[in-house]
């Protein structure tokens, strides 16, 4: 894994009204906007949660917010997907002369547990006209914890805060030894399969938590961001966390560019803590 950086302080890092359907002049999709806090899927007519917002747009589609949501926080309190399936690395072992060696057999669909929002598009959540910008705040509880957003596709945020998102490697063995045994801990506040580009964003406060015993997919990677590739500019990534006998990547870790043509991350003008 390789960062590009520039200008970046670094001090401790490693390890309807809403659903709009005609298109903007350029023919893409006109913004979906966002006018509620609330955390609901099935929100009163003429209410746009981000949830529902989330699940009506299209790949790509603008998700915005409502002037009137400036400096607010989206409390989230529902899981999504308690099994979200996102690709994962697939690891064996084989006999060497010198002993049990690990490898990567490769990519695969794994089981990421519990996540409170999830869509399989590309997503953009831009609040860049809120001054304040928007939060996203798991508030469910460490039980069952949460993380905050997973992506399967490229995500796009622009000025937002994501803070409380836990992603805990949890026992889902069921005897079968083809069975995943683990959940894996990846991505406090968000674990993206694809580019995560984040803008003026500010993730703090989310955890990553593995186990004690050395496999890897009780291993802990990413306390605020897992994903495939980052572009990180102008954010503050503080007060994350990765605990476990494998943790790493405190506040950020990169898969690297599995499956991608890209295989560079960057982060430039950004603090991370």
Same mark, same amino acid.
């Given at each position: 894994?390789?960062?590009?950086?520039?200008?970046?302080?670094?001090?401790?890092?490693?390890?309807?009204?809403?659903?709009?359907?005609?298109?903007?002049?350029?023919?893409?999709?006109?913004?979906?906007?966002?006018?509620?806090?609330?955390?609901?899927?099935?929100?009163?007519?003429?209410?746009?949660?981000?949830?529902?917002?989330?699940?009506?747009?299209?790949?790509?589609?603008?998700?915005?917010?409502?002037?009137?949501?400036?400096?607010?926080?989206?409390?989230?309190?529902?899981?999504?997907?308690?099994?979200?399936?996102?690709?994962?690395?697939?690891?064996?072992?084989?006999?060497?002369?010198?002993?049990?060696?690990?490898?990567?057999?490769?990519?695969?669909?794994?089981?990421?547990?519990?996540?409170?929002?999830?869509?399989?598009?590309?997503?953009?959540?831009?609040?860049?006209?809120?001054?304040?910008?928007?939060?996203?705040?798991? !508030? *469910?509880?460490?039980?069952?914890?949460?993380?905050? &957003? #997973?992506?399967? %596709?490229? @995500?796009?945020?622009?000025? /937002? +805060?994501?803070?409380?998102?836990?992603?805990?490697?949890?026992?889902?063995? !069921? *005897?079968?030894?083809?069975?995943?045994?683990?959940? &894996? #801990?990846?991505? %406090?506040? @968000?674990?993206?399969?694809? /580019? +995560?580009?984040?803008?003026?964003?500010?993730?703090?406060?989310?955890?990553?938590? *593995?186990?004690?015993?050395?496999?890897?997919?009780?291993? #802990?990677?990413? %306390?605020?961001?897992?994903?495939?590739? /980052?572009?990180?500019?102008?954010?503050?990534?503080?007060?994350?966390?990765?605990?476990?006998?494998?943790?790493?990547?405190?506040?950020?870790?990169?898969?690297?560019?599995?499956?991608?043509?890209?295989?560079?991350?960057?982060?430039?003008?950004?603090?991370?803590?």
């Amino acid at each position: 894994m390789r960062f590009k950086t520039s200008n970046i302080v670094v001090l401790l890092l490693l390890g309807l009204a809403g659903c709009g359907g005609s298109n903007s002049p350029d023919g893409r999709p006109a913004p979906i906007i966002v006018n509620s806090l609330l955390d609901a899927t099935s929100p009163p007519a003429g209410t746009v949660t981000l949830r529902s917002a989330l699940a009506a747009a299209e790949s790509g589609q603008p998700i915005e917010f409502d002037a009137s949501l400036n400096g607010g926080t989206i409390a989230l309190s529902v899981v999504a997907d308690e099994h979200t399936q996102l690709k994962g690395e697939v690891m064996g072992i084989r006999d060497e002369p010198s002993g049990p060696v690990s490898y990567l057999v490769g990519y695969f669909d794994r089981d990421y547990g519990r996540s409170a929002l999830v869509a399989r598009k590309d997503v953009v959540i831009d609040a860049s006209k809120l001054p304040a910008g928007i939060t996203l705040a798991w !508030t *469910g509880g460490t039980q069952p914890a949460a993380r905050v &957003l #997973a992506v399967e %596709g490229n @995500l796009t945020l622009v000025n /937002v +805060a994501i803070t409380g998102g836990r992603s805990v490697a949890e026992d889902i063995a !069921t *005897g079968s030894p083809d069975d995943q045994p683990w959940t &894996l #801990a990846r991505g %406090g506040a @968000l674990a993206v399969w694809g /580019v +995560a580009r984040l803008v003026d964003c500010r993730l703090y406060d989310n955890h990553v938590q *593995g186990d004690f015993d050395s496999s890897r997919d009780r291993g #802990a990677f990413g %306390g605020a961001v897992y994903a495939d590739i /980052v572009d990180m500019e102008g954010c503050i990534v503080s007060g994350n966390s990765a605990l476990g006998a494998g943790a790493a990547g405190g506040a950020v870790y990169s898969v690297g560019g599995a499956g991608h043509a890209r295989t560079v991350s960057t982060i430039d003008d950004s603090t991370i803590t």
